[in-house]
């Protein structure tokens, strides 16, 4: 794939503090973009960091009909910069494109644009422990017209930012049995915009409440877990078993989810995949068989969950999670080379992938 370049003539990482920011704040000096008219994705190239013209009448500000992706680069000890199981987000955004009538956009697009994309701004992938740079890629409607249908044209870009640590302490939550996130038939599966909007005042409200996340349950009967805010959800029983929500079409299909789960099986752990009841969790809690409870994905990595609200009574766990911290080991082993990674996720930038041309 043919990609043009135009470099900054000015990077804003001479100013960067890199132990001084806010997540998702400060963006790094280019990014790509890829039009998607006349049938076809086209005009793939990397321009400086910048504003894009989007109409007044766009689909994507009417309709709400964009799709994301998350994923994150990490610098090793040898600075070698790597990227875990990015052809799965390439995946994934054909997914959630597809649900949303959005044009398949191609693997080689998505990938070969993130790799040159990251390899002009590698410097910005953060040393400091726990740091990472995030990339957004996402997918916009972009035509100016005030109908209720898919759009005819397209945008495609990826952008990214440094982070730091998303969640620094373990976390007290709400499972919430007003709000709903998802239902079936809907588009919980997917990554899409507006399922993150929808989720907004019930999460403030909670908050207001002294909690950091909700906890989301089935539409119908508000019974059986989903997920959490940014995280799927695990819980670990006392006889060491792995327990985490079957995916349906109102769960989204976390990379880090099944990354978590296939590390597991490697220790030996049997991993449950199934329907879990809120009653199950809070009666475990209570009686000891559930003793560790935390979330994971993109941004959030591992993060381990302290306090459960339900019906106005608060069960707390243990800040001891001996078996989510294993897992985190092995998570942050294989991103930083110090765990061997035998299925061939890790992608080191400038060793195991091969750019497309450029110019």
């Excluded at 959630?96 to 191609?106: H, T």
């Excluded at 049995?177 to 997917?190: D, I, K, L, V, Y």
Aim: charged share 20%; glycine share 8%.
């Amino acid at each position: 794939m043919n990609i043009d370049i135009k470099q900054t003539t000015q990077s804003a990482y001479e100013v960067f503090d890199e132990t001084n920011f806010q997540f998702g704040s400060t963006m790094t000096d280019h990014v790509f973009l890829a039009d998607y008219k006349e049938g076809a994705w086209q005009n793939a190239r990397i321009v400086p960091f910048g504003d894009v013209y989007i109409g007044l009448s766009s689909t994507v500000l009417h309709y709400g009909q964009s799709v994301f992706e998350g994923m994150k680069a990490y610098k090793r000890a040898s600075g070698d910069i790597v990227l875990l199981r990015p052809e799965e987000n390439a995946k994934r955004i054909q997914v959630s494109a597809a649900r949303l009538a959005i044009p398949e956009l191609p693997k080689d697009i998505f990938l070969e644009g993130l790799f040159a994309l990251l390899k002009l701004d590698k410097k910005w992938v953060p040393s400091m422990e726990n740091g990472s740079l995030y990339v957004r890629p996402f997918i916009f409607g972009a035509d100016e017209m005030l109908g209720v249908k898919p759009s005819d044209t397209y945008t495609f870009a990826i952008i990214m930012a440094p982070a730091g640590e998303y969640y620094p302490k373990p976390l007290s939550v709400k499972v919430e049995t007003n709000f709903t996130r998802a239902c079936p038939g809907g588009t919980g599966f997917s990554k899409a915009a507006g399922n993150y909007a929808a989720s907004y005042l019930p999460t403030k409200q909670a908050q207001a409440e002294g909690f950091d996340q909700l906890i989301w349950t089935d539409a119908i009967q508000h019974t059986y877990i989903e997920e959490s805010g940014t995280m799927n959800l695990f819980f670990i029983h006392k006889n060491g078993n792995l327990i985490t929500p079957q995916p349906n079409d109102t769960i989204l299909k976390g990379i880090t989810r099944d990354t978590i789960m296939q590390l597991a099986k490697q220790k030996g752990l049997e991993v449950e995949e199934r329907a879990v009841s809120v009653d199950e969790v809070v009666g475990g809690i209570a009686s000891g068989d559930i003793t560790e409870v935390f979330g994971a994905g993109t941004a959030v990595n591992i993060s381990y969950i302290h306090f459960i609200s339900y019906k106005g009574k608060v069960y707390e766990l243990s800040k001891e999670n001996p078996v989510g911290n294993e897992l985190k080991v092995l998570l942050e082993g294989l991103r930083s080379g110090e765990v061997e990674d035998v299925e061939g996720w890790v992608k080191v930038l400038e060793k195991d992938i091969q750019l497309g041309n450029s110019s």
